[in-house]
């Protein structure tokens, strides 16, 4: 084969920059930049689900005095949510001819960087899509995303193998309105979601939106208003606040957050868990086509998207006709 001599160049130049490309990928996400932050991108080692340990009742407190009986009836304190170990591959490919056209060390390290860089860039931009996604995507084989994870309709379907139907799993509901939204109002309805969410300490940390809700939310503020949070600054995202909170937008060009959605996310109980052995790595070791003069490489990633806590997240949907 006419490429065969640049097989191992192919194979040092790919692996060496995979090991930077699990970082780049959660550089891309605002949200996923967080979740590496708190320490929320935890590897998986190994089985066929990842699960995650909910706690989700309360034990007996008893008031008495004297000698009065102290009962304890066992209860369940605890389950586990179940989540699918998902699977996704990006190819790098580069014939003989190319090589051949590209020929000399420097064209050709330069020919194999670009393709490996294209992909890393499909990688990056794929993996921010998929993790506001229900899980649907392509025929059920994509991650569960923020559709799934927090909902618009959070008494229905599946999450982590728990019906949020059945009665008795209301706590494994998120919060959700749906209302028309303007400039008038959205402050007060920001406001609502966000109380729904808090739970003592525990409160929403992160607001991700779209263009539209991002915008009307900054229109409303005065200059002396607009907070933002210097590190999310430095990682390249525009940011305001709310109630603490930092407010982002995921949207402009290449933005994927569902159009008119604001989440109210507390991302100590969301997760990226990716497998140890397949984080972005090259799967495999030769590959070489059978009956082609081309080289060919698979960067893969194995896991899922994980919640722990349904009740602490939110979502704030704009209802609002497009026809109005």
Request: proline share 2%.
């Amino acid at each position: 084969m006419a490429n065969s001599n640049y097989n191992d160049v192919f194979t040092v130049t790919l692996e060496s920059r995979t090991k930077a490309l699990a970082d780049n990928v959660s550089k891309n996400n605002a949200l996923l930049s967080r979740l590496k932050e708190k320490g929320n991108l935890r590897p998986v080692s190994g089985g066929s689900k990842i699960l995650e340990e909910l706690e989700y009742g309360e034990g007996d407190m008893v008031w008495y005095s004297g000698y009065d009986s102290i009962s304890y009836t066992p209860k369940q304190l605890f389950s586990a949510a179940e989540y699918a170990l998902k699977l996704c591959a990006v190819p790098v490919a580069v014939s003989g001819e190319e090589l051949l056209i590209n020929s000399g060390d420097e064209q050709v390290m330069d020919l194999l960087e670009k393709r490996i860089a294209n992909a890393e860039k499909t990688m990056c931009n794929q993996m921010s899509a998929a993790i506001y996604g229900d899980g649907t995507g392509s025929s059920g084989k994509a991650i569960g995303g923020l559709a799934l994870l927090v909902a618009d309709d959070p008494t229905s379907g599946t999450v982590g193998g728990i019906n949020r139907a059945t009665t008795g799993n209301e706590f494994w509901r998120n919060q959700a309105l749906g209302v028309d939204i303007t400039a008038s109002n959205i402050r007060e309805k920001m406001n609502s979601v966000y109380m729904n969410c808090c739970r003592g300490n525990d409160k929403p940390d992160l607001i991700v939106c779209d263009d539209t809700l991002y915008t009307l939310y900054e229109s409303t503020l005065s200059d002396l208003q607009r907070f933002s949070n210097p590190k999310i600054a430095d990682a390249g995202f525009t940011s305001l606040k709310f109630k603490g909170a930092d407010v982002i937008f995921d949207g402009g060009q290449g933005g994927n957050c569902p159009a008119k959605h604001m989440y109210f996310l507390n991302t100590d109980y969301i997760y990226l868990r990716s497998h140890k052995d397949r984080n972005m790595k090259v799967i495999g070791g030769e590959r070489m086509a059978v009956n082609q003069d081309a080289l060919y490489k698979i960067i893969g990633w194995a896991g899922n998207m994980t919640m722990s806590n349904a009740a602490v997240q939110g979502v704030l949907v704009d209802t609002t006709s497009s026809e109005a």
